[in-house]
């Protein structure tokens, strides 16, 4: 049996264990469904990492129920980092302090480990700006109440909209083949710039 739905799984799973604790009025109940959220994600993460391993480097897929597009694919490499995402998630959720962990600090969290391993697992462009999208949710939610924060949130949207740029293909070109050749040079210029922008690779990193 394949387990290509394990890695629907391990995105659904902090997803929606984010939207149960936004959704929850009490503090304690609220940290209580995060970290079990966040420990079924590192479970299942574990299971497709030693399934990755034991394939002898057949790569783990979800495909598309409609033709044969593959959703989502995990390997031998990308399969550890998923184990450490939700590691590092889990991590952080049980080492908080109780007053710095409410809902909306915990959903936040999570919602942005559901866009690292949307990222990770996916399999086509679009898909991996979806997962690039939801990573940012958390922080384009919040209020900007600092020029940093307003800063910030400029710069996630700015590096949205680069991968945006970079990755979604354009189907309604004359001739796609020979555009593609001259835009590729800019699709990579726009693709290494939003990475520099998301992770602060110098000069962005005081940003």
Do not use: N, Q
């Amino acid at each position: 049996m394949s387990l290509g739905w394990a890695l629907l799984v391990l995105v659904l799973v902090p997803a929606l264990a984010a939207l149960g604790a936004r959704r929850s009025r009490v503090p304690a109940t609220a940290r209580g469904v995060a970290r079990v959220g966040a420990s079924a994600a590192l479970a299942v993460a574990l299971l497709v990492s030693v399934a990755a391993v034991l394939s002898g480097g057949r790569p783990i897929e979800l495909p598309s129920p409609v033709g044969e597009l593959v959703l989502l694919r995990a390997d031998g490499s990308s399969a550890m980092l998923l184990s450490i995402v939700a590691l590092v998630t889990l991590a952080a959720l049980a080492t908080a302090p109780r007053r710095g962990l409410d809902g909306a600090t915990a959903s936040s969290v999570l919602l942005g480990e559901a866009g690292a391993l949307l990222g990770l697992t996916s399999a086509p462009p679009w898909l991996l700006a979806v997962g690039w999208c939801v990573g940012m949710a958390p922080l384009l939610g919040e209020r900007a109440g600092r020029t940093t924060a307003r800063v910030a949130r400029g710069v996630s949207v700015a590096s949205t909209t680069l991968l945006a740029l970079a990755l979604v293909p354009v189907p309604f070109l004359v001739e796609p083949s020979a555009l593609h050749a001259s835009l590729a040079p800019w699709r990579s210029a726009a693709l290494v710039l939003a990475v520099a922008l998301r992770v602060g690779l110098p000069p962005f990193h005081a940003w």
